[in-house]
């Protein structure tokens, strides 16, 4: 599809505007897949294996069981299901049996369950994979060795997402019988299997994949070594696939992680449920406790932006756990768990604003005074990003919160945090000056929009006047073409495909600004709430954050904690961090998945020993007395 530079150049602007929010989750063109992998205890190599293919709308899971041994003592199994098209993911397995020649799980990470029966004559096991209230028939067979399956073709290019550069896969299988099959992953955010029906005409590839309500339409080259064409998904991007001279082993573990601990622990781990916010919903958690002493304080881990589970996974890194481990380790005991709606917890996600999820808080804070191991007077908050708001909130209600930290928590409302982040995000990319107007002024458009537009008078047809409103006012020439050039006042009329592509990534973005969370993002002000603390705070920010920037976010911070005389408080900024605190001296974004690093040792031992300082400190006071 032929899209006029203005288009393309407007299109890139506005691709880095809906990325430019400070859910780190939410900038994935794929929609993501929210996960709660369990670290297992130790066990016996496999002894057999499992292999199946799930088929939902529009996408295909691969899965492996592993069945081992739990020790040479024990005879009882231990499975574990990886998700070859998550990135390899490990799936610990709970009440796994097979029995009267079917086999029997549950995957808790995902609420769902199978159960299955044997064929006697080929001797794969067929039953139901239930999840969600629904229900799709699942075939397993097995294996003595761990199988793999190997694609007739692959072909592999990288697809300019705003600041993110994403490496997509097209897996094809050839049947001997039959027509084609095609399958789109995305290997950067670890999905993929998405079903894709494909035309080929002359030296032209057409592919739909319904599930991401996307197309690509691509050109072999003479020696089919290359498929060069466009993905449109809202927006036209371009993309060129290479073909692989051999095709790819199927994944058999994610990107290492380093950090990531493992058993055998120093500490008790402990799973825990409790109430959410007025009793409506259960939260479901770990708690981890040092082996020796009793009366232990306590740290409670409050997860940024987006769905999140208790370990506030995001490609595959899992910073609450590292953290977690590492606090325990130094005998302060942390509650992590997941979200409403996320992992083992109930609720809805969805409706639910920054409020709600401090609500949620203070519930696990209550919950935490009621343990027998806990000091009541030695609970404390770590909030990360959006966890850096919400943790003020609850300690401004709530005088016994012993201190709070704060890991890249902003200081001003979301509206300037979005402007902030926006422009720094497109430049880093390289945005010209022109694009940096450009992608501003169509930020403050949709702000406009809700703010001028109550949440009880939002609706699609509102939604559509803004659409149209935004556009015209965005890019007046694109809808005159009166002169016919291609000069900068006067583009050529948009045909309607492209008209059409320009108004549904508005649209998109109109959608996200209007959401229950974001209208509250956007106005809410953390320094008045910052003056109610009386708790020591800890304000950490990586000097190359580029979703929360220090010099936006540091100043307001500083000050109202110099005019309240928070003398026990302090501020760092780690040098060389970015806005999940791993080591890049440039921030940028498409960084997070390929560094291996998950949490800097540097903010680490700065929490920890401001932590034991702040006991300390606390202890010689009471002396005092």
Known sequence: MFVPKRLRRFSVVWRAVIAATLVTGLFLLLPPVTVVGRVQDEVLAPTNFWYGKLNTEGRQFRFVIEVARASELDAARKATLVSLDEGGRRFELTDYQEQNGGMAFK?????????????????????????????????????????EELPTEVWEGSLQAGFQSLLMRLRVYRPAEGPAEYYIDSVTQDVGGFVATGEINEQMLTLDIPALRGKFTGQFSADEQVLKGTWTQAVALDLEFKRLPS????????PV????????????????????????HTLAGTLTLPREGEKFPLAILISGSGPQDRDSTLFDHKPFLVLADWLTRRGISVLRFDERGVGQSTGNFDTATTMDFAADVAAAVEFART???????????IGHSEGGLIAPLVAAEDSQIAWVVMM?????????????????????????????????????????????????????????????????????????????????KASPA?????????????????????????????????????????????????????????????????????????????????????????????????????????????????????????RSDHATDDGNK
């Open 107 to 147: 995957l808790p990470a995902s609420r769902a369950a199978f159960s299955g029966t044997r064929d006697e004559d080929s001797g794969r096991i067929t039953g139901n994979w239930q999840q969600s209230g629904r229900a799709w028939r699942l075939e397993f067979e097995r294996f003595e060795q761990r199988p």
């Open 247 to 254: 095709p790819v082993e199927i994944p058999k573990a994610g």
């Open 257 to 280: 992680r380093p950090q990531h601990p493992q058993p055998p622990f120093p500490y008790q781990v402990r799973e825990v449920k409790f109430a959410g916010a007025e009793s409506a």
């Open 371 to 381: 343990l027998p191991e806990i000091d009541p007077q030695a609970i404390g908050l």
């Open 408 to 488: 890249a928590g902003p200081g001003v409302n979301g509206e300037q945090i979005l402007y902030s982040q926006g422009q720094l995000i497109l430049a880093a990319e390289g945005g010209n000056a022109e694009q940096l107007a450009q992608q501003q002024r169509l930020q403050a458009a949709m702000f406009q929009a809700i703010k001028e537009t109550p949440a009880e008078q939002w609706s699609d047809e509102v939604l559509e006047t803004w659409a149209q409103r935004i556009e015209l006012k965005m890019a007046p020439e694109l809808t005159d073409g009166t002169d016919g050039t291609e000069s900068e």
């Open 494 to 614: 948009l045909s309607v495909e492209e008209r059409e592509v320009l108004r549904a990534a508005i649209r998109n973005g109109l959608k996200q600004v209007s959401s229950p969370w974001m209208r509250f993002f956007l106005t809410h002000e953390p320094i008045p709430v910052l003056q109610r603390v009386r708790c020591p705070l800890l304000v950490l920010q990586g000097s190359t954050d580029l979703q929360v920037a220090p010099a936006v976010n540091l100043p307001p911070i500083e000050a109202v904690l110099r005019e309240v005389g928070q003398t026990h408080s302090k501020i760092v900024e780690l040098p060389d961090l970015n806005h999940l605190f791993q080591t890049c001296p440039t921030g940028a974004l498409s960084n997070y998945s390929r560094i291996e690093e998950t949490l800097s040792p540097k903010v680490l031992q700065a929490i920890g020993d401001w932590i034991e300082q702040i």
